[in-house]
């Protein structure tokens, strides 16, 4: 009986774990590496929805053109992987 007080907390753990940290760690490694591979003329869009394309790369800052004239100036992880992949394609997110 002793055994079984003790397996209901640890599969609930087991639980949390498979079903919750371990897809979320995944997803910000993806989102990391996504980041860390943008190239200057990717096409990308920004967890806020602006759509641009990159002018220009620093190691933390970028600076999209959203227009012919208008330029902003953003961190990295202000892109977002899941929404340039929705409107850009998974094979050519970025390109």
């Not at 202000?78 to 394609?89: Q, R």
């Amino acid at each position: 009986m002793e055994n079984l007080n003790l397996l209901f907390p640890l599969l609930i753990l087991a639980v949390f774990y498979f079903f919750l940290i371990r897809p979320q760690v995944k997803k910000q490694k993806d989102q990391t590496r996504f980041a860390d591979g943008l190239e200057r003329g990717d096409e990308v869009v920004t967890n806020s929805g602006i759509v641009g394309k990159i002018h220009k790369l620093d190691d933390q800052t970028l600076t999209l053109v959203t227009d012919g004239k208008t330029t902003l100036q953003m961190t990295r992880s202000a892109v977002s992987k899941e929404m340039t992949e929705a409107i850009y394609g998974k094979k050519e997110a970025g390109k």
